[in-house]
């Protein structure tokens, strides 16, 4: 899916402003499974409406922009986009519009932001602040692969099947019990991340399924010589266990706890192949805001830098659209290939939990490495990709 993300600031079109929200905003779309352009940033006014015709001609799936919705006299982005779409979306507005009331932001209400269609393109105006667009994001994200497929002549999605559990429109739902009190439902999830183009496949991560459990179970069994050192001891990761039963167990625990805000477990894919799974796990709301970051891989697959990327998206994603405020990943001193992967993307090093877990028959002490938002403020994902690249190219 090609996306354009378009900044309207008169401010920093004229070089007096840093534009803050544009590169949220494409960073955003990329953990969205988009390949992104920009952000081109253009001041309000005419200019946006030719930034916009520009993108439909050059067959964009998708222009999202930030700024220019407000009620100021010069923000005037709404009517130039209603210059350019054929067919508003005005239920997609709304839900925007809802989502930044919900998150506590009561100006969010006075966004004139539209949403539209253009030919065969999906134009979305996002208000011009950083947590505007991440909540925007967040309401965006999981309806932008169907919105785009039926833009362009794709079948209705049934209502009874996985592909169209969508998430409702308000994002943050109606109050559930957490595990320190009542707590809104957890944002931006379920979602699929890909990273389509950075290593020699496209690298993803989906929710788990129920039906992966097999597929699962062959995986982890093939490979309990490579995983035993350092998996916990934990009768809800069968590793050695051939039935399927404990398996479908497992996914079901899993899938409850992201229904309950608690964790986000993923699938890792690579080339669309299931090839090892990421959980952000024991998330705990309130004041504290964080998780616990757990995954693993085949080990056919290992050394390619699958999990360094999947991390990073999962990282941003946590960060930027879910609001979590710090991740953790402990792991055992002797697993240097999985220290090496957290220290190159800039997990900090908090020192040794004694018998923090039960692995491989004993308790084990781990090292504790973090990360909070602060630490990465543009995301993880533009610092490792920027890695990855200057390696090809020798300058690493």
């Known amino acids: 899916m090609r996306a354009l993300a378009v900044t309207v600031s008169n401010r920093a079109a004229a070089g007096v402003y840093e534009d803050r929200s544009g590169p949220v905003l494409a960073e955003l779309l990329r953990s969205a499974g988009c390949s992104v352009d920009g952000p081109v940033v253009v001041p309000d006014g005419d200019p946006v409406e030719v930034a916009l015709r520009e993108a439909v001609a050059s067959g964009y799936?998708?222009?999202?922009?930030?700024?220019?919705?407000?009620?100021?006299?010069?923000?005037?982005?709404?009517?130039?986009?209603?210059?350019?779409?054929?067919?508003?979306?005005?239920?997609?507005?709304?839900?925007?519009?809802?989502?930044?009331?919900?998150?506590?932001?009561?100006?969010?209400?006075?966004?004139?932001?539209?949403?539209?269609?253009?030919?065969?393109?999906?134009?979305?105006?996002?208000?011009?602040?950083?947590?505007?667009v991440r909540d925007g994001m967040a309401v965006l994200a999981p309806v932008l692969g169907h919105a785009v497929s039926q833009i362009h002549g794709g079948d209705h999605v049934r209502a009874d099947s996985d592909a169209g559990r969508l998430p409702g429109p308000h994002v943050v739902s109606a109050p559930i019990q957490g595990n320190d009190g009542i707590v809104g439902r957890m944002r931006g999830w379920p979602v699929t991340l890909t990273e389509p183009h950075l290593l020699g496949a496209p690298v993803?991560?989906?929710?788990?399924?129920?039906?992966?459990?097999?597929?699962?179970?062959?995986?982890?069994?093939?490979?309990?010589?490579?995983?035993?050192?350092w998996e916990p001891t934990n009768p809800e990761t069968p590793l050695y266990r051939s039935s399927l039963g404990?398996?479908?167990?497992?996914?079901?625990?899993?899938?409850?706890?992201?229904?309950?805000?608690?964790?986000?477990?993923?699938?890792?894919?690579?080339?669309?192949?299931?090839?090892?799974?990421?959980?952000?796990?024991?998330?705990?709301?309130?004041?504290?805001?964080?998780?616990?970051?757990?995954?693993?891989?085949?080990?056919?697959?290992?050394?390619?830098?699958?999990?360094?990327?999947?991390?990073?998206?999962?990282?941003?994603?946590?960060?930027?659209?879910?609001?979590?405020?710090?991740?953790?990943?402990?792991?055992?001193?002797?697993?240097?290939?999985s220290r090496r992967v957290v220290e190159k993307l800039g997990f900090r090093e908090e020192g040794i939990r004694v018998r923090q877990l039960h692995i491989n028959g004993a308790w084990r002490d781990h090292v504790c490495y973090a990360l909070t938002a602060e630490e990465v403020p543009h995301g993880l994902m533009p610092r490792w990709r920027s890695m990855v690249l200057a390696s090809r190219s020798g300058t690493a």
């Open 246 to 337: 404990p398996y479908i167990a497992m996914v079901r625990a899993m899938r409850r706890e992201a229904r309950q805000g608690q964790a986000a477990p993923w699938v890792v894919t690579y080339g669309g192949e299931f090839v090892g799974q990421l959980t952000v796990g024991s998330i705990t709301w309130g004041s504290a805001r964080s998780g616990q970051v757990g995954y693993w891989i085949d080990e056919a697959y290992a050394g390619r830098g699958i999990i360094p990327t999947v991390l990073a998206m999962a990282v941003d994603h946590c960060f930027g659209v879910i609001g979590l405020h710090r991740l953790e990943a402990s792991i055992r001193p002797e697993n240097h290939a």
């Open 204 to 229: 993803g991560l989906r929710p788990v399924r129920v039906s992966d459990a097999r597929t699962w179970r062959e995986i982890r069994v093939r490979n309990a010589p490579w995983l035993r050192p």
């Open 61 to 132: 799936d998708l222009v999202v922009t930030t700024g220019g919705t407000g009620l100021t006299p010069t923000d005037l982005t709404p009517e130039m986009t209603r210059r350019v779409i054929e067919r508003e979306i005005p239920g997609l507005a709304e839900a925007l519009r809802a989502a930044g009331a919900a998150a506590g932001v009561p100006a969010a209400i006075l966004s004139r932001g539209v949403a539209g269609v253009a030919g065969r393109t999906l134009v979305v105006n996002l208000p011009g602040s950083t947590g505007g």
